[in-house]
């Protein structure tokens, strides 16, 4: 009885120490990107949504880059001898009604933006992403301020960048 009370409390340790070994190896970077590579080239995203006057493709760009630098993913390098590529096309935005009033006037529109990411490996001259559509939408009022709706604007820029970095280390 006692040696069986000894094993468990041994093999309850022993349990302890590999879900602590197990879970402290957790690396951001693992999935989709390859160990040779360290650097990365960030391509001035394509905008065929047609709305120019919005300058997505800068900002979105930008964004990028700044949740690669603040994951510490790769290091942004800006010349053609970097490890990888990464490139976008913006293929929509869209802000369209999706309920009315009783009296037919908009009620709840939705703004919604879909890219497609392109990662390529520089060192082997091959596709690590290709062409993975990766799309965000935000709700919101008709009656919405303009600032509140710049904001949800902000806010949906922000998470498509965060989505399209996540993309690029997870295989997911």
């Known amino acids: 009885m006692i040696l069986k009370s ?14 602590f070994y197990g879970c402290s190896y957790y690396s951001f970077s693992g999935g989709s990107i390859p160990k040779y590579i360290k ?5 001035l995203f394509e905008d065929n949504s047609g709305r ?24 942004l390098d800006e010349s053609a001898k970097a490890d990888s ?19 037919e006037v908009a009620d709840q529109k939705i703004m919604e933006l879909k890219v497609k990411l392109n990662f390529v490996d520089n060192i082997k001259n091959k596709s690590i992403i290709k062409n993975a559509v990766i799309s965000k939408d935000r709700e919101y009022s008709q009656s ?24 690029l280390s997870s295989n997911w």
């Open 6 to 19: 000894k094993i468990k409390i041994i093999l309850s340790y022993f349990a302890i120490l590999l879900s």
């Open 39 to 43: 650097s990365c080239q960030v391509v």
């Open 52 to 75: 120019y006057d919005l300058n997505l493709s800068e900002i979105l760009t930008e964004k990028v880059k700044k949740q690669i630098e603040d994951y510490d993913l790769l290091e």
């Open 85 to 103: 590529r990464i490139f976008c096309t913006i293929t929509s935005y869209k802000d369209k009604i999706i309920s009315h009033s009783a009296s």
């Open 144 to 167: 919405d301020s303009e600032d509140k709706k710049k904001e949800l604007f902000e806010q949906l820029l922000d998470e498509l960048a965060d989505d399209i970095v996540i993309k």
